[in-house]
Structure formats: C-alpha cells, structure tokens
Nanobody, 115 residues
Framework: QVVLVESGGGLVQPGGSLRLSCAASGNIFSTNGMGWYRQAPGKQRELVAQITTAGSTNYADSVRGRFTISRDNAKKTVFLQMNSLKPEDTAVYYC?????????WGQGTQVTVSS
C-alpha cells in the first residue's frame, strides 16, 4: 500500500507562484512513476507533469515552461513549482504514483488563481 499526501495549494493572483509537495509513504522505493494531475470543475482529470518510471520528465503543453517537477528521493517527495499562474490553472491538483501496474492517488489540493 502507498499513501500520498499533498500540501501547498491555495489562492494566488494571476502571475503568481505556488509550490506543491507530495510526500509518499508505504511500499514505495523510488519517486520514479510519481507525478501531478489536475481536475477543473466540469472537466476530466488531466496530466500536468510526471517523472516516468524511466526517470525522465513529461509536461502538459499548457504548463511547459511555467511548471517544474522535482524530487527528493531520500524523503520520497515530489514537488511541483508553478510559476506565471493563470486563471485556467485553477483546479484540484492530485499527486499520482504509478509504478507500472496501478494508480495511487492523493486526496487532492485546491489551487485557485484569481484576482
């Protein structure tokens, strides 16, 4: 079993920054396979950024150049640095871990970008 706990969401003005954290515990030995998804009201959950099982990074086109995923392997934690935030980035952000055979999800953290 793997448990994911997100933190760092909140309200920010357009153009601002936020940093999300996701701490993993349980049967997890690498942050490879961890990433971030988001779901806005009335929309499907979508991939934002991930560290693949091979250790490379992927980003959604809508966030590339503004968001950065990083990690601390010793603490089994991944981060999402979000800069130049836009109102359309408003969503619940979910931490995800997929080691290749199933998805684990965190409880989600709300990010609201509004003036």
């Amino acid at each position: 079993q793997v448990v994911l706990v997100e933190s760092g969401g909140g309200l920010v003005q357009p153009g601002g920054s936020l940093r999300l954290s996701c701490a993993a515990s349980g049967n997890i030995f690498s942050t490879n396979g961890m990433g971030w998804y988001r779901q806005a009201p009335g929309k499907q959950r979508e991939l934002v950024a991930q560290i693949t099982t091979a250790g490379s990074t992927n980003y959604a086109d809508s966030v590339r150049g503004r968001f950065t995923i990083s990690r601390d392997n010793a603490k089994k934690t991944v981060f999402l640095q979000m800069n130049s935030l836009k109102p359309e980035d408003t969503a619940v952000y979910y931490c995800n871990f997929n080691p290749g055979w199933r998805n684990y999800w965190g409880q989600g953290t709300q990010v609201t970008v509004s003036s």
